[in-house]
């Protein structure tokens, strides 16, 4: 196992929508405050106020529920201890984990990453298919560089973890993330638009 940095922002995010006190009530400007930038911007203060919120004890439940080994959390979310099959057994099935009138909002946070952190799967992901996901990083320092990641066409479902170590540096992890997923996803099924063949029959002609 290592660490999971800030991919346990998706962790968190579901923990916080899953609450008795929020599970069964519209989301409102508090709620979004918090987890629109700790997904989509990967905001650590918003995080720290949401771990504050669930308490550790959340992340533990979901990841009973997900049936994840090896998971520990600590006082620092940052260092909760995963392992790459776990989270992808979290991704496969994320909304699934989700309380059901939160589940859209859940799925848009994770597919509206901001471009200056759409590097690694960002950048690769097939044509035709909806990718969601969360990165986590060392602060820039190259101490770790990891994603996990859900890409989804209409049934079908992959989800991919690559958990990267000791990368000397963040932009030497991001080009790791970016050619690893890349040849994991060499000759995926990209989907091309359908296009509609349309006849040129000439009319029939009628007999008087």
């Known amino acids: ?41 990967s905001n650590n203060d918003a995080a720290d106020r949401v771990y504050l919120t669930v308490g550790p004890g959340a992340l533990y439940a979901l990841a009973h529920r997900v049936g994840m080994a090896s998971f520990s959390t600590q006082s620092i979310w940052g260092e909760t201890h995963i392992t790459a099959s776990g989270q992808t057994k979290f991704f496969l099935h994320i909304d699934r984990y989700v309380a059901p009138l939160h ?31 969360k990165g986590g990083w ?34 030497y992890g991001k080009a790791t993330l970016r050619g690893i997923f890349q040849r994991l996803l060499h000759r995926f099924p990209v989907i091309r638009p359908h296009h509609r063949r349309v006849s040129h029959r000439h009319p029939r002609r009628l007999s008087a």
């Open 103 to 133: 589940r859209a909002y859940a799925m848009l946070l994770l597919s509206s990453i901001v471009p200056y952190e759409r590097w690694g799967i960002g950048e690769v992901a097939p044509k035709g298919w909806t990718l969601f996901f």
């Open 1 to 41: 196992s290592t660490w999971l940095a800030s991919v346990v922002k998706a962790m968190l995010m579901v923990a916080y929508l899953d609450q008795p006190s929020v599970a069964h009530r519209v989301l409102n400007g508090y709620d979004r405050s918090l987890l629109w930038p700790m997904i989509t911007q």
């Open 138 to 171: 060392g602060s820039g320092t190259g101490l770790l560089d990891h994603q996990v990641a859900l890409i989804k066409r209409r049934c079908a479902r992959v989800s991919i973890a690559v958990l990267s170590m000791y990368d000397g540096s963040h932009a």
